[in-house]
């Protein structure tokens, strides 16, 4: 990927120097010209670190998606699909892996919201916001999880700047015809003196999603957001403090149910540059957030979920000896989950988790470099004694204690200049949450009855993946293979239906179906592709080709049966190019029938997706503006993504139109 | 010209009238090359004037090769070597260096003057948005050594980059007393 190359010059300061220059007959001092000062970047995503990330978005690609979810940022990429619960809800699966085996953390710490527990709580992130989306595999992916087989995303935002910032205002607003979009947001940077800010805030509605077999009700939203913050910066690192706030109303399908959700959090971060020989730096960062969601029934809130709780963690960037990188670190977090109503399906808990963590690159003889890391975490969840429905689910407090041990290692071989391969070996393990070990009860977002086991123990896999990658030239692209096996894997098997309360004072679930929380042995494997055939590329002009991939498959080993909602894979092949200004972009994607399937699971046909966008910088009334064009669906199939819960009910959006216009001052 | 005041505008220390300190003869009117694709001279039909500058335009592969400045104090600064002059119509194909350019390192700025100079980071965001290219800082310096003044002689084509080196210096640079001199400083931004 080529950076853009600015314009070096501007004619008409030409013409204005040069005029002066004219005038301006004599001077008392010629200035004396020094040598250039080269100062070399790499880009986003080039570096190799200890902590690299395995890919990265960041500016005009970031910019270009801005898609309503986290999940539908990351989808186009190989290996990633949507759990797409609404327009409003969407949690990205990597390599099948969803909850809480793909942690999202926001700049570094715990989004400490309630996404991970079931797919209709939305990731409390504005996209608008984010600066960088990470996606970290293998032994970076260590610094913040010990559960890495699908990775980690990590998602930067500027709220605390680490460094001057260049004073900018932005105005962004959208609209979108397939969900009644109407999106704007501020932002906001600078500096002053030795401080940087960064203010933010969007306000964003949506109403019931259109889609081929019409509209369907209860999928509107309301949200607004805001963020600010303020660091010191200078030669010495940088601290900041920063506060910010989401409030969202979103509909999840269901009738008459939605969920008013709303997050503040406080963060505090921090920088020390070379404080001593042995360490680069010291960075630490602590985020404190208190979320609450209630699931509203006819306005009337049925339950509410709250997660009040904090994350810390300190960061030591070694000093390069001889050819070794390297960053270890400890990671902190407490939060205390509660789920308060009629509906509630879990007990309260308190959840504690500590870790010790550790990423090294060794660069080897021969052009390869060896990467390899560690990760070791102590994680205790209490639930108190809990009574509901008459049901006695916990008749004391119960707890449970684990220790995950992780390790990730990889041989990165650079063939030549232009192509590299990769070998990663990774064990995993991951303490069960709060979910797996005590839930019981029916969970209104799956439409299930969850029952936990306060037995389980970790869950535990070992992983294998090959990448051949070629980084540079007119035809540039990846490829890897994956096989990623757990002898003991978390899954939620169907088990009849929900019980008969009605005796004990509570309600009669046995319309819905029962799902336990068990370790099953389990396979995933896949592949994905990437090739892009660049065909004419100048700085005006530009036009490529470009092939993508993926394919997964999951089963439960002892049965043989497939695992439950696995997007199976898809190909497409898009056009792309600049031309008079206007950058374009055409695309099709057949995404393949998934007939591999759980217990109870209803089959999901394939279907092919065309889309277009376009964008074009310009100058209006003297400000760089920018408008994008996007149509989604083009020829208006009726899709279902395979790795939806509620698939069966809403398909893919109908055809739309999403026109956006950013401001920048 | 609009964009021009915006760009005063946005930025205090561009002030106008700085820029006509540096103009004395010999000195240099452009030191990068402009695009090759800016129709920059024939869209200034208005100057023809312009046209009969002696604007040196100079192929700096690797932005070693200067243009040829009157060496007035502090000698062994840079090694002036004879530039190669195009005329402003030519088309700006590079231009065979007399010299053979050194390759532009990842080594740190030095120079042989007393004084201090860091180096200027790559600024994060820079690097978010794609952002490089070269740009000329004209700096005064007082006799006490520090800079006076810090000003944009030739852009990089943003605003924000062009204030990052400028802030730089200002911040971050000091010279050895002595009289007040004013030096060009070339800044090559460069993502790999």
Redesign the interface.
């Known amino acids: 990927m080529s950076a853009p190359r600015l314009k070096r010059f501007n004619p008409l300061f030409i013409l204005a120097a040069s005029a002066l220059a004219v005038c301006a007959q004599e001077k008392p001092v010629t200035p004396e010209k020094l040598k250039a000062v080269v100062v070399k970047g790499t880009s986003i995503g080039g570096e190799v670190t200890a902590v690299s990330p395995a890919l990265t978005l960041s500016g005009k690609v970031l910019a270009d998606l801005s898609q309503s979810t986290l999940g539908d940022v990351l989808a186009d990429i190989p290996g990633v699909a949507s759990s797409y619960f609404g327009p409003n809800s969407g949690r990205p699966i990597i390599r099948g892996l969803e909850g809480d085996r793909l942690k999202i953390t926001q700049n570094g710490t715990s989004s400490l919201d309630a996404s991970s527990a079931s797919p209709d709580h939305a990731v409390s992130v504005d996209p608008l916001t984010i600066r960088e989306v990470q996606v970290l595999r293998g032994p970076a992916a260590l610094l913040y999880s010990s559960s890495i087989m699908g990775g980690v995303i990590n998602l930067l935002d500027n709220r605390i700047p680490v460094e001057r910032l260049p004073r900018s205002a932005t105005l962004f607003g959208r609209m979108g015809s397939a969900d009644g979009l109407r999106a704007l947001s501020v932002l906001t940077e600078g500096s002053l003196g030795d401080f940087a800010y960064h203010l933010d805030g969007f306000n964003k509605t949506t109403q019931d999603l259109s889609t081929p077999i019409g509209r369907i009700a209860d999928t509107a939203s309301d949200s607004q957001g805001a963020g600010f913050g303020v660091s010191r910066v200078g030669a010495f690192g940088y601290v900041g403090l920063s506060y910010s706030g989401l409030n969202s109303t979103y509909g999840v399908t269901e009738p008459g149910i939605e969920i008013g959700l709303r997050q503040r959090r406080w963060d505090l971060a921090g920088s020390v540059n070379a404080p001593t020989a042995a360490l680069k730096s010291i960075s630490y960062k602590l985020g404190v957030s208190d979320y609450e969601h209630s699931e509203f029934a006819a306005g009337v809130a049925g339950s509410t979920f709250a997660n009040q709780g904090w994350d810390g963690r300190i960061d030591f960037e070694l000093t390069k000896i001889g050819s070794l990188e390297g960053v270890v670190g400890l990671q902190s977090g407490r939060f205390d989950f509660s789920v308060v109503g009629a509906e509630a399906f879990l007990p309260t808990t308190r959840n504690a988790n500590d870790a010790v963590f550790g990423s090294f690159v060794q660069a080897l003889a021969s052009a390869s470099r060896l990467r390899y890391g560690f990760r070791v975490e102590s994680a205790k969840v209490s639930a108190n004694a809990w009574v509901h429905e008459g049901l006695v689910s916990n008749p004391g407090s119960a707890s449970a204690s684990f220790t995950p041990a992780s390790l990730a290692l990889a041989w990165v071989k650079d063939l030549s200049p232009e192509w590299a391969t990769t070998l990663s070996l990774t064990r995993t393990e991951r303490a069960p949450n709060y979910q797996e070990l005590f839930a019981d009860g029916p969970h209104v977002g799956t439409d299930a009855y969850e029952v936990g086991d306060g037995a389980l123990g970790k869950e535990r896999g070992i992983g294998i993946e090959l990448e051949l990658a070629k980084t540079r030239g007119a035809v540039s692209g990846s490829f890897s293979i994956y096989y990623n096996r757990f002898s003991s894997f978390i899954a939620q098997q169907a088990n009849g239906q929900g019980p008969d309360l009605t005796l004990t004072g509570g309600d009669d679930h046995s319309g819905l179906a029962r799902f336990d929380f068990v370790a099953v042995p389990a396979d995933f494997f896949g592949a994905e592709a990437k090739v892009n055939y660049q065909l004419h590329d100048n700085a005006t002009a530009k036009l490529g080709l470009e092939f993508f991939g993926d394919f997964v498959r999951a089963s439960n080993r002892d049965t043989s049966e497939a695992l439950p909602r696995i997007s199976p894979g898809r190909l497409g092949v898009a056009l792309h190019g600049l031309a008079s200004g206007w950058s374009w972009r055409l695309d099709a994607a057949y995404h393949l029938a998934q007939n591999h399937l759980a217990t109870t699971e209803t089959p999901t046909a394939g279907y092919t997706m065309v889309g277009a966008s376009l964008g074009h910088d310009f100058k209006l009334v003297g400000t760089d503006a920018r408008f994008t064009l996007r149509l989604t669906n083009l020829f208006d199939v009726e899709a279902r993504n395979a790795s939806s819960f509620i698939k069966d009910t809403l398909p893919l959006p109908g055809r739309g139109v999403e026109a956006g216009l950013k401001l920048n001052f | ?6 760009g005063v505008w ?2 205090p220390v561009r002030a106008p009238h700085e ?17 090759p ?4 001279v024939a ?2 039909s208005p ?1 023809p ?2 046209v009969a ?1 002696p ?1 040196p335009v100079v192929e700096a592969p ?3 090769v ?1 243009p040829v ?6 000698p062994a ?2 090694s002036l070597v004879s530039p190669a002059v195009a005329p402003p119509h030519a088309t700006l194909k590079p231009i065979a260096s007399p010299v053979a350019p050194a390759p ?3 080594e740190p ?3 042989n ?1 007393p004084g201090d100079f860091p ?17 000329l800082v ?2 005064e310096v007082s006799s006490a050594g520090s800079p006076i003044s810090v000003v944009i002689r ?8 062009d ?2 080196a400028v ?1 730089w210096v200002r911040q ?1 640079w000091s010279w050895a007393p002595g009289p ?13």
């Open positions: 010209m609009v964009v021009c005041l915006l946005a930025d820029h006509e300190h540096d103009h004395g003869p010999g000195a240099p009117v452009q030191y990068f090359r402009p695009p694709s800016a129709p920059a869209a200034a100057a004037a312009l500058l604007t690797l932005a070693e200067t400045v009157p060496v007035t104090a502090a600064l840079v532009a390192t990842a700025f030095t120079t003057m180096e200027p980071p790559y600024p994060r965001w820079a690097r978010q948005q794609g952002l490089q290219g070269n740009l004209l700096v030739e852009s990089c084509g943003s605003t924000a980059l204030d990052h802030v971050r007040p001199r004013r030096f060009l400083v070339p800044f090559i931004f460069q993502l790999q």
